[in-house]
């Protein structure tokens, strides 16, 4: 279903992001994760694109697994770095024929291989890929006439790479006045900066949906990857104090990163939200967990949980 379908259709949504396995038993493993998490009926599930590109194939196969093997809605990642013009239009090719209906547009993590050389790359920025992905919505070769929907990445604590926010909200609105349909957030643990990002959305003129990003802390080695998945990444001293009294016990530690995400998301809901887009790291607990805390049966309505 297209991005703009779903967000007109429901005033909050729920949806999950997963990144594709590198050998055959993991990806057995987050397929269980994925059926466990089905019945939650989320809004639609990301598959990420790895750094320079380089599980294109994996995201490929994960992206079309979900859509034959499953009812969910997936939304490939696709990202700037180290693609040419020809190569990004022959994914749009394959994604458009084989039905998929939107596309989340990044600017993307460089490969660690020595000799990359940025500048050489097509696509400078991401407004440049989702510039790109309406031109060839406007070529007719997608099956909707509307074309993929395009979704963005959105930095309520800032971009590691602009440290000037002025400036970060100008890239985001350049991005939104390419074409972009919705934002989704980088994870942060303190509500006041989404808000305060969203306030400065709005003073910028961008009126699209904004869909926060919330990932549980649910191990400490987890909290120092997320810091370095998300740049540098703000944690409140409410949190750390919180799991310092844990004394590295990972049940106790899993615990206060599920009680803490689930207060965050009550407290978004509250403030009216768009939506929250959950990065799982490829489990299912702790989204279980954190929508049983919220009441929620599924995605779609209140109560108990899934069976």
């Known amino acids: 279903m297209h991005i ?5 259709s429901h005033p909050t949504t729920f949806s999950f992001e997963f990144f594709p396995p590198k050998t055959p038993e993991a990806a057995e493993s987050l397929f269980q994760t994925i059926l466990e998490l089905e019945p939650y009926l989320p809004h639609f599930v990301s ?3 790895g ?3 380089s599980t294109r194939e994996l995201t490929h196969e994960l992206v079309m697994r ?3 093997q499953t009812s969910l809605d997936p939304i490939p990642h696709l990202t ?3 693609h040419k013009q020809a190569e990004v239009g022959k994914i749009l090719e394959r994604y458009a024929a084989e039905g998929i209906g939107n596309i989340l547009a990044l600017c993307g993590d460089p490969p660690r291989t020595p000799g990359y050389r940025r500048e050489e790359d097509d696509f400078q920025h991401a407004a440049d890929l989702v510039k790109f992905i309406r031109k060839f919505n406007e070529s007719g070769a997608h099956p909707d006439r509307r074309g993929f929907g395009i979704g963005v990445a959105g930095f309520p604590e800032g971009h590691p790479a602009t440290p000037n926010r ?3 909200i100008d890239y985001l609105k350049a991005k939104v006045d390419a074409g972009a349909d919705y934002i989704v957030t980088q994870l942060f ?3 006041r900066d989404f808000y305060d990002f969203r306030d400065r959305c709005e003073l910028a003129g961008i009126r699209v949906p904004i869909v926060a990003g919330i990932m549980p802390a649910t191990s400490l080695s987890g909290l120092k990857r997320m810091a370095e998945l998300a ?3 703000r944690f409140p001293a409410k949190l750390l104090r919180a799991l310092s009294r844990c004394q590295n016990d990972p049940e106790m530690v899993a615990q206060v990163g599920i009680h803490y995400a689930s207060e965050q998301c009550l407290d978004l809901l509250e403030h009216d939200v768009r939506g929250i887009h959950f990065y799982t790291l490829n489990r299912s607990d702790a989204t279980r967990k954190i929508f049983a805390s919220l009441g929620l049966r599924n995605s779609r309505g209140a109560g108990s949980q899934p069976k």
């Not at 703009?4 to 007109?8: A, F």
């Open 231 to 233: 740049g540098g990444a």
């Open 166 to 168: 002025l400036l970060e």
């Open 47 to 49: 598959v990420t694109y």
């Open 51 to 53: 750094a320079g590109g």
């Open 4 to 8: 703009q379908d779903i967000l007109s």
């Open 80 to 82: 700037c770095v180290c």
């Open 66 to 68: 979900i859509k034959t």
């Open 189 to 191: 643990f303190e509500n």
